[in-house]
């Protein structure tokens, strides 16, 4: 079918769309005309497509874009698979090769802190080799998988996890695995060599990932995008995942208890976390989160603060798929959110994710993570510690 013949189909098909609601109109300005009618159609003073606002933001402008290359109207109209499109448009293809339209696409970039130059130069590269992997992990499709975002340089960190709540289970239909996953620290951030240690580590606990990518706090949601697509490869039938922070305490019997009261329906869709609603970019420089006018402007979606969560394996196949249509963003909680909104979906907030800590007077207080799931932040020998006080059979509380 020629260009020409396709737009014109898709002229008559917005002209069958026009009428329908013409003739719905008039049904409901005739239904309403009797005294004794009951029962009226309600219209919807919105239009029912979204107009597009012009942005001045880089991300929000490239975002937008992004949208119209995956917009199957446009993918008709122009006769071209959503692949296609995306293969023509230098400006999205997954090089890692620097951008060289940011520098003049953003006013002030030669002003904006190396941390932010790095990210936009870089922005569309997902494509870095898996160092370390663990392509058995999930022969025993895992009813929960545990992922924890580290530093090569914590190895404390990991062996207490691995000591505590992260301990891997084979029983009966429970099947509790675990990978820390990591980039790399290379000697330009002034980080030690320790590549030997780690594989020496790899291959004792064989649950390690490490990626080929520099492990900076912006590329954080780059390790998002790169685990979830290891999910898909390597572990599709992990039925649950929870992801968290490498200081935080996780009381795993709390996830296994929810998580087995769950109906199927609910399990389905599940994303639960400590949820923070109505929020948007801090605009101050001396904030860990600040993010410039120019980069980004517009409130974040619904978010669960990436201290941990909890989610589906069926959900994280959805966003894995979703996550190609999502520019990353330097704030991986956020893009997480961005995803989950792409969906349809928003984060559910659980009473027992504490990202925030509890009240100083309960830290002590064993009694005090009973019924939590998560808190943060905990040292390593806090883990162990309240930990093993946990499995204390004479427990009362």
Not at 84 to 107: K, T
Not at 179 to 190: A, C, I, K, R
Not at 314 to 340: E, F, H, K, W
Request: hydrophobic share 35%; with cysteine.
């Amino acid at each position: 079918m020629s260009v020409g013949r396709r737009r014109l189909k898709l002229l008559g098909i917005l002209m069958m769309v026009n009428l329908f609601i013409y003739v719905i109109v008039e049904v409901s300005k005739n239904s309403g005309q009797g005294k004794n009618s009951k029962k009226r159609v309600i219209l919807s003073d919105s239009k029912f497509w979204r107009k597009y606002t012009a942005h001045k933001a880089y991300w929000n402008k490239q975002q937008q874009k992004l949208e119209r290359l995956y917009n199957p109207v446009f993918a008709l109209l122009f006769n071209m698979t959503v692949e296609e499109r995306l293969a023509a448009n230098s400006n999205f293809s997954n090089s890692c090769d620097p951008d060289p339209y940011v520098v003049s696409e953003i006013n002030d970039y030669e002003n904006l802190p190396d941390r932010f130059k790095d990210f936009l130069l870089y922005l569309r590269c997902r494509n870095y080799s898996l160092l370390m992997d663990q392509p058995q992990k999930c022969k025993h499709k895992p009813f929960l998988l545990l992922a924890i975002k580290s530093l090569i340089p914590h190895f404390d960190r990991r062996q207490a996890i691995r000591e505590s709540w992260g301990k891997e289970i084979k029983s009966g239909d429970t099947t509790i695995m675990r990978v820390f996953l990591l980039g790399q620290t290379p000697s330009e951030d002034h980080y030690p060599d320790l590549s030997d240690m780690l594989k020496f580590e790899s291959e004792t606990h064989q649950d390690i990932l490490l990626w080929n990518y520099r492990d900076t706090f912006f590329n954080l949601t780059l390790k998002e995008v790169l685990f979830l697509k290891w999910v898909s490869n390597t572990c599709p039938e992990a039925q649950f995942i929870f992801k968290g922070d490498d200081d935080v305490f996780v009381n795993t019997h709390q996830i296994l208890d929810y998580l087995k009261s769950l109906t199927k329906e609910k399990a389905k869709d599940l994303f639960i976390g400590d949820v923070i609603q109505d929020a948007g970019p801090h605009r101050d420089k001396k904030l860990k989160y600040y993010i410039p006018e120019s980069i980004y402007e517009g409130s974040y979606p619904p978010y669960a603060g990436g201290g941990g969560f909890l989610y589906s394996g069926d959900l994280a196949l959805r966003l894995t798929n979703i996550s190609d249509q999502v520019l990353l963003y330097p704030i991986d909680d956020v893009y997480i959110g961005m995803c989950l909104q792409k969906l349809g979906l928003a984060p559910e907030k659980h009473k027992g994710f504490k990202t925030f800590d509890i009240d100083e007077k309960h830290r002590n207080n064993i009694c005090s993570y009973t019924n939590l799931i998560l808190v943060h932040s905990r040292k390593p020998q806090e883990m162990i510690k309240i930990w093993t006080n946990l499995q204390d059979p004479h427990l009362s509380c």
